[in-house]
């Protein structure tokens, strides 16, 4: 995997974090906006993998839909004692 892949990763996250939650010297953004964030680091990464000619080519325009479409979501059945 190259390096590039992990400072791409890092930079996105750091600027998933607001200024009141760095006010407040938080290092990652709030927990509830896991699933944003995710998506928001993998299609960056996703961006620097073409731009390397690594993996599928994938059209721009189509990056952020497929990286959503693509995330597993927790979809439990509903349990019922017996």
Request: charged share 25%.
């Amino acid at each position: 995997m190259p390096e590039s892949f992990f400072m791409i990763a890092a930079k996105t996250l750091a600027d998933c974090i607001t200024p009141d939650r760095l006010d407040c010297h938080a290092l990652y953004p709030e927990q509830g906006l896991l699933r944003e964030v995710s998506v928001r680091i993998a299609a960056n990464v996703v961006r620097e993998a073409k731009r390397l000619n690594i993996g599928r080519m994938i059209p721009d325009d189509e990056i952020d839909g497929l990286v959503r479409s693509s995330m597993w979501f927790p979809d439990y059945l509903e349990y019922t004692a017996p």
